[in-house]
Nanobody, 121 residues
């Protein structure tokens, strides 16, 4: 099992940047890690994912080119660097761990509690 704790959310102006962190305990290095987000009234949606060694990553079309996912397995942490933020990026951001990656929520067995990102226009 793995426990996940997100941090780094906050209030930022449009065009600004934030870096989210996902700190994990347990056998972190064997898991794919995904970031998802959920805005009020919307379904949770995929943001980005990274494979266990941190070599391959995947992004939603809406975040490609603006967001960057990375991981430091020695520190049991995954990062989501978010640049050029837009008001539509406002959401509760979750990290999740699973034995396979991709954009489907069902592939991730373990979830954090989320960190709020609010982008003001």
């Amino acid at each position: 099992q793995v426990q996940l704790v997100e941090s780094g959310g906050g209030l930022v102006q449009a065009g600004g940047s934030l870096r989210l962190s996902c700190a994990a305990s347990g056998r972190f290095g064997v898991y794919y890690i995904g970031w998802f987000r959920q805005a009020p009234g919307n379904q949770r949606e995929f943001v980005a994912a990274i494979d266990p060694p941190g070599i391959n990553s995947d992004y939603a079309d809406s975040t490609k080119g603006r967001f960057s996912i990375s991981r430091d397995n020695a520190k049991n942490t995954v990062f989501l660097q978010m640049n050029s933020l837009k008001s539509e990026d406002t959401a509760l951001y979750y990290c999740a761990a699973g034995y396979s990656g991709g954009s489907a929520e069902a592939t991730y067995a373990y979830w954090g509690q989320g960190t709020q990102v609010t982008v003001s226009s």
